[in-house]
């Protein structure tokens, strides 16, 4: 839930992404079909060693679930009223526990370790014309436009704030949108200058000539 | 001119995940729209992917940050991320911002009566709330145990505030330069 990869690395580290996302998954299922609260309060407290297996600094992750608390509390509260104190600690015991689980695998695995481990699933989108090989670049170019994008909001906002002391108007956000859309153009002109997309494009030209 | 090619299309695309993920991190009183309401502006952007793209890359977009989010950055509303989201309560919202977009694409697309800022009013509204929680609710009362109806209640808090944001992508949409909208070509 709150990601964040752990460094130095850990005995978990080591495992291979893949089997980890599979033990994951594997578990999450077994785990929707159970129904005894007293299973994920065990398994709540194996979760708990595990992360304290992992050194302080995976401990301290802990802390960051309870922004979870009043999410949890509202389903314990319906589900209580419609289904009892059992069911309802089931529930929320169950959530609980499987963020916890899924938050270990991203804590554990490096970005480009998941990335590799993944991008083979996606090769049977590529009769859509999506290229398992152009998601590497898409991912690349989404990370750097992040903060981009922040500089250009700031900047818009700046020129805004120097001149007067209102509150900044819907215009601004339009403006904004208008700066995005025209680096978009931008970045597209830098890419082919540079033909790093030019077999991915030759590859959709060609597919789109074959349709 | 580069932005009408498929290069074009794929450096939208990236943008437009880019955006949605920077709409869910700006800080809250820094956006003049949404100040006070208990809501992130990710969906706005989810909206915005559908009517702007289109039903086919807005989806892909839409995509793309959920499988980086999926691979562990921090890119939701809170420097929320990483696997833990889809088993968490809200997890079927997030992956019903897929059909979501795609139908907010192809409402503006498909059904061009009235004028832009409607359609885009509709589209929004069709993709960024019924397509969304069509996924969303049904989800929440699975992983969470709850019966259909407590779990719309539980999601009904936020119509108001998605509202809202539909509105406010029918008026940037009115306001872009037609050539910009691939979806209204």
């Known amino acids: ?211 | 001119m580069a932005s009408n090619t498929d290069t074009g299309d794929f450096v939208r695309m990236c943008l437009f995940a880019a955006l949605i993920a920077a709409l869910g991190l700006l800080p809250k009183f820094d956006l003049p729209f949404l100040a006070g309401v208990p809501v992130t502006a990710q969906t706005l952007g989810v909206m915005l992917a559908g009517v702007v793209l289109g039903a086919r890359n807005g989806a892909l977009a839409v995509s793309l940050l959920i499988f980086i989010v999926a691979l562990g950055m921090p890119l939701l509303a809170g420097g929320r991320g990483g696997l833990g989201i889809f088993f968490g309560p809200s997890g079927g919202f997030l992956l019903g911002w897929i059909p979501g977009a795609w139908l907010a694409g192809f409402a503006m697309s498909r059904f061009p009566v009235g004028s832009v800022p409607l359609r885009a009013f509709t589209a929004s509204i069709a993709g960024g709330i019924c397509a969304v929680y069509a996924l969303g609710i049904p989800w929440l009362a699975f992983v969470a145990g709850l019966s259909l109806p407590a779990a719309a209640l539980v999601a009904v808090v936020f119509v108001p505030g998605d509202v809202i944001k539909a509105i406010i992508v029918a008026v940037l949409v009115s306001a872009l330069p037609v050539s910009q909208l691939q979806a209204g070509r």
């Open chain 1, 1 to 211: 839930m709150i990601a964040g990869y752990l460094y130095p690395p850990t005995w978990l580290h080591r495992i291979p992404a893949r089997l980890k996302l599979l033990i994951l998954f594997g578990v999450a299922t077994v785990l929707l079909v159970q129904q005894d609260w007293r299973i994920f309060v065990a398994g709540l407290a194996i979760v708990v060693v595990v992360y304290a297996a992992l050194g302080r600094q995976a401990l301290a992750r802990l802390a960051l679930l309870r922004t979870l608390t009043p999410l949890l509390a509202l389903i314990y509260v319906l589900q209580w009223y419609t289904a009892g104190h059992a069911a309802a600690a089931a529930s929320a015991a169950r959530l609980l526990l499987m963020i916890m689980l899924a938050d270990l695998v991203t804590m554990t695995t490096p970005m480009q370790a998941m990335l590799d481990a993944i991008t083979p699933l996606f090769r049977p989108l590529e009769r859509f014309g999506i290229r398992a090989d152009k998601i590497a670049l898409a991912v690349a170019l989404v990370i750097r436009f992040v903060p981009l994008l922040f500089d250009l909001w700031r900047r818009r906002q700046e020129a805004w704030r120097a001149r007067t002391v209102r509150r900044a108007p819907l215009q601004l956000v339009r403006l904004f949108l208008l700066d995005t859309l025209q680096m978009s153009g931008h970045v597209a002109e830098a890419l082919e200058a540079r033909r790093i997309d030019r077999q991915a494009v030759q590859g959709d030209v060609t597919r789109q000539q074959e349709r």
